[in-house]
């Protein structure tokens, strides 16, 4: 068979609904590890990082750097607008299933298929 590059459509969920761990994931995807190590200490959803504000970020979760805080809320804009792709969130063992299910590789052999049809099972089947 032949594979046509077909364009890839990514799964994507609300910033709003991550929890906590899923919030953790995607602050180190982002490139900042130190807040989602602060951002665990505080419990911090999806929920509350989508109204996050620069105050919070400077006084409680103690972002000092300016570039930090602006990163991570262009990031958060973003993600509000568009969503935050599954891929960017997933735990990678989820990740690692979810890709080995889809490949060829994971489909039945001839040999794992169903065997015990009978013959009016057969004859029903080819009607």
Same mark, same amino acid.
């Given at each position: $068979?032949?594979?046509?590059?077909?364009?890839?459509?990514?799964? #994507? @969920?609300?910033?709003?609904? /991550?929890?906590?761990? %899923?919030? #953790?994931?995607? &602050? *180190?995807?982002?490139? $900042?590890?130190?807040?989602?190590?602060?951002?665990?200490?505080?419990?911090?959803?999806?929920?509350? $990082?989508?109204?996050?504000?620069?105050?919070?970020?400077? *006084? +409680? &979760?103690?972002? +000092?750097? @300016? $570039?930090? @805080?602006? *990163?991570?809320?262009?990031?958060? =804009? %973003?993600?509000?607008?568009?969503?935050?792709?599954?891929?960017?969130?997933?735990?990678?063992? =989820?990740?690692?299933?979810?890709? @080995?299910? =889809?490949?060829?590789? +994971?489909?039945?052999?001839?040999? %794992?298929?169903?065997?015990? /049809?009978?013959? =009016?099972?057969?004859?029903?089947?080819? *009607?």
């Amino acid at each position: $068979l032949f594979r046509r590059d077909v364009p890839v459509v990514q799964r #994507c @969920r609300a910033l709003s609904e /991550l929890d906590v761990h %899923e919030t #953790c994931r995607l &602050l *180190k995807s982002i490139e $900042l590890p130190d807040v989602g190590d602060k951002a665990a200490d505080f419990r911090l959803d999806g929920h509350m $990082l989508s109204v996050i504000t620069e105050d919070d970020l400077k *006084k +409680e &979760l103690k972002v +000092e750097s @300016r $570039l930090q @805080r602006s *990163k991570l809320l262009k990031k958060v =804009e %973003e993600y509000n607008i568009n969503g935050v792709p599954a891929s960017v969130i997933e735990d990678p063992e =989820e990740q690692a299933r979810s890709v @080995r299910a =889809e490949t060829f590789d +994971e489909r039945p052999t001839f040999d %794992e298929r169903p065997t015990d /049809l009978t013959v =009016e099972d057969s004859k029903l089947a080819h *009607k």
